[in-house]
């Protein structure tokens, strides 16, 4: 009989300390719901960067060979170079050796950080009231 009651109680227990967790969840999906839509565009747009610049970098090195050392020869090799190019981070296996790779790989980071930079900033000025009319409720419904 111990056994049960010290399982409900902790049960109980858990269901307390859980209760405001899981009510904050609830709040974020407010949020969540206005923000979809931009985040999807910016994810869209951002993708569509990284699978232009692979085939950019692609038909560079097939029609100049050499452009870039260690080069892929499928997609997926490409495709994983221009996604760490926009991350601007240093994708060791390919690294451009000409000067229109690495005019390329330039212009790519610029686009890349250019869209990051700019729709967030759009996106922010656009949904700012929208969040800050939910938060005015939550403030307003956690006073009352």
């Given at each position: 009989m111990a056994l049960p009651a010290a399982g409900f109680l902790l049960g109980r227990a858990a269901a307390t300390w859980l209760r405001p967790r899981l009510q904050v969840l609830g709040q974020l999906a407010e949020y969540l719901r206005i923000m979809w839509v931009p985040i999807g565009g910016f994810a869209v747009g951002y993708l569509t960067i990284?699978?232009?610049?692979a085939g950019f970098y692609g038909t560079l090195e097939r029609f100049r060979p050499g452009a870039f050392a260690d080069a892929g020869t499928g997609i997926t090799d490409w495709v994983s170079f221009a996604f760490f190019t926009a991350l601007a981070q240093d994708y060791a296996a390919v690294v451009p050796?000409?000067?229109?790779?690495?005019?390329?790989?330039?212009?790519?980071?610029i686009l890349?950080?250019?869209?990051?930079l700019v729709l967030f900033a759009a996106v922010m000025s656009s949904i700012e009231p929208k969040l800050d009319r939910i938060a005015r409720r939550h403030a307003d419904e956690a006073d009352d």
């Amino acid at each position: 009989m111990a056994l049960p009651a010290a399982g409900f109680l902790l049960g109980r227990a858990a269901a307390t300390w859980l209760r405001p967790r899981l009510q904050v969840l609830g709040q974020l999906a407010e949020y969540l719901r206005i923000m979809w839509v931009p985040i999807g565009g910016f994810a869209v747009g951002y993708l569509t960067i990284i699978l232009l610049f692979a085939g950019f970098y692609g038909t560079l090195e097939r029609f100049r060979p050499g452009a870039f050392a260690d080069a892929g020869t499928g997609i997926t090799d490409w495709v994983s170079f221009a996604f760490f190019t926009a991350l601007a981070q240093d994708y060791a296996a390919v690294v451009p050796v000409s000067v229109g790779a690495r005019s390329l790989v330039g212009v790519h980071l610029i686009l890349s950080v250019g869209w990051a930079l700019v729709l967030f900033a759009a996106v922010m000025s656009s949904i700012e009231p929208k969040l800050d009319r939910i938060a005015r409720r939550h403030a307003d419904e956690a006073d009352d």
